[in-house]
């Protein structure tokens, strides 16, 4: 498909099933129209994209009993598959999956602003996440295919499912980070009820053929709708057994407190952040200028992992924010599929408006705007601001603000900074800029206990896919990465018996006879 391809809505995606039990339901209620933020006209007017089914409590509840179901107390024909098989019905459905690329790029650009290279990015990066996890869960197997003596007890570990999943994705990565938790999800055995984000949503519906051929009835069941009207009615009946979202914590919190039965529910979440950039004086500013722009500004600044705040000494302010500020205005706005646009309309209708309330509540305290577009405003964007200096007074130093703003504060003394991050509510990332090891050694031995990831002269990221990812405080519970997904979905479990004469002949039959899916020395290749 071509560029100009791109550019144009050929025809609406009218979603009018949803997956339950295995099948595509034809939805007969009220249905949501999709826009993009995107014009298709020379006067300005969002696009309509197409509908999706405007579900209800009731639906919500007959899908999460097919879930139930599929999962049957763990009795059910998927938690209790051969690993062998369920890699099967994995591998099946992502190669479906690579089929719709062009039709799920499209969407990335129209839904949710994300430009061509990015879109095609993620699309390529989830195709890659699933096939490594087919292969870590292979080796996971391999690594669980043998008996354990001690203590005079032979003792079988494996690692099983948690039950039934309510899978909650993001609009910024609505393919990757969803996937991120649906996949490892569903092949350790458990069973799962999905909820697209609000925007983002559309670019499922390529992919709901792939899910409902691939997997056993009931074992993935995808609803649409608001949260509060189809997933808090699933939270309240106390059957779900895992709550995997990717989001923000006030959703999250609210979410738990409808569950009945907190101390069962098992959460793996991945929330906001405040990421900050810290510029020593020691910094190459060429270096620290360009990876500050890409964590920043790349998806316009919202990505949990972007950075939110940058920290610049005193020694060096002045060169970083007249070079930072003139870098920041030469980044080109444009339609995603456009060459070498790097400033994308954002889908949100009112994240421009939002963005103008950080900017002014700034400017009144004290701040002021470095670059010259920053600020300008139209239907579909607002153009970055380079706001300093910045004090802890402003709302845009105290919110995560998701969206085109750069705060920069300059500092000092590192100890008072170290304070400022230790206060924070959050603490997922850091990027570290310097080249001096004296000062870098010990400022590393403290960043890596109040964030999990100090990026060293480079922008914070969630990448590659088999690096831990996750936060302190509000940023996340649980890790999510190749490896540890898997393990954030399941719990060690096992077979044990006394070693004696009578036991051992048993587990020999129990091998020799393969009747169990459990207990097996299988070696997968």
């Avoid at 826009?35 to 197409?50: A, M, N, Q, V, W």
């Avoid at 999943?165 to 609505?174: D, E, F, R, S």
Wanted: hydrophobic share 35%; with cysteine; proline share 5%.
């Amino acid at each position: 498909m071509t560029n100009s391809n791109f550019s144009k809505i050929d025809s609406l995606l009218h979603q009018t099933t949803y997956l339950d039990n295995g099948k595509l339901v034809k939805w007969e209620g009220k249905m949501d129209e999709v826009h993009s933020t995107i014009s298709s006209t020379d006067e300005y007017k969002p696009t309509l994209l197409g509908t999706v089914p405007h579900m209800d409590e009731k639906t919500a509840l007959d899908v999460l009993d097919s879930a139930l179901n599929a999962y049957e107390y763990g009795k059910g024909e998927w938690p209790t598959m051969k690993v062998k098989d369920r890699i099967k019905c994995m591998r099946n459905f992502v190669e479906l999956m690579e089929t719709k690329r062009e039709e799920v790029v499209k969407l990335l650009m129209w839904e949710i602003g994300k430009t061509l290279p990015d879109s095609e990015k993620e699309f390529d990066r989830t195709v890659d996440y699933i096939y490594d996890t087919i292969e870590d869960y292979k080796q996971l197997d391999r690594d669980s295919d043998t008996f354990q003596k001690v203590g005079g007890i032979n003792a079988h570990i494996r690692r099983g499912p948690l039950g039934v999943v309510l899978c909650l994705g993001p609009y910024n990565y609505p393919l990757n980070e969803t996937f991120a938790l649906l996949i490892p999800a569903l092949i350790m055995g458990n069973t799962a009820v999905f909820k697209p984000a609000k925007h983002g949503v559309l670019l499922l519906s390529p992919l709901l053929d792939a899910f409902q051929k691939s997997f056993p009835a009931g074992v993935i069941n995808v609803i649409y709708g608001r949260g509060r009207e189809v997933a808090a009615p699933i939270m309240k009946t106390g059957r779900i057994d895992v709550l995997a979202l990717i989001g923000n914590s006030k959703s999250a919190i609210a979410l738990q407190d409808q569950h009945p039965y907190k101390n069962r529910l098992r959460l793996i979440l991945g929330l906001e952040a405040k990421n900050p950039a810290i510029i020593l004086p020691s910094a190459d500013l060429d270096l620290a200028i360009d990876e500050c722009i890409n964590g920043t500004l790349s998806y316009n600044g919202q990505r949990c992992t972007a950075l939110k705040i940058v920290y610049v000494h005193e020694d060096i302010r002045e060169e970083f924010n007249k070079r930072f500020a003139k870098r920041v205005d030469g980044l080109k706005f444009g339609q995603p599929w456009e060459e070498g646009v790097k400033l994308t309309p954002l889908p949100e209708p009112g994240k421009p408006a939002y963005i103008k309330e950080l900017i002014d509540d700034a400017k009144e305290k004290g701040a002021e705007i470095l670059n010259a577009k920053g600020g300008e405003t139209s239907e579909n964007y607002i153009y970055p601001a380079v706001l300093y200096p910045v004090t802890e007074s402003m709302r845009v130093y105290q919110e995560e603000q998701f969206g085109p703003v750069i705060p920069v504060k300059s500092f000092s003394d590192i100890q008072d900074l170290l304070g400022e991050m230790a206060k924070s509510n959050y603490g997922q990332q850091v990027s570290l800029f310097g080249d001096n090891v004296d000062a870098l050694a010990p400022l590393i031995d403290v960043l890596v206990n109040l964030v999990c990831r100090v990026n060293l002269n480079s922008s914070c990221q969630r990448g590659p896919d088999v690096l831990p990812f996750t936060g302190r405080k509000d940023s996340a519970v649980g890790t999510l990465s190749v490896h540890d997904a898997l393990r954030s979905f399941s719990i060690r479990t096992f077979v044990a018996s006394k070693d004696n004469p009578k036991n051992n002949e048993i587990l020999k039959k129990l091998l020799k006879s393969k009747k169990s899916n459990f207990v097996n020395t299988d070696y997968l290749l």
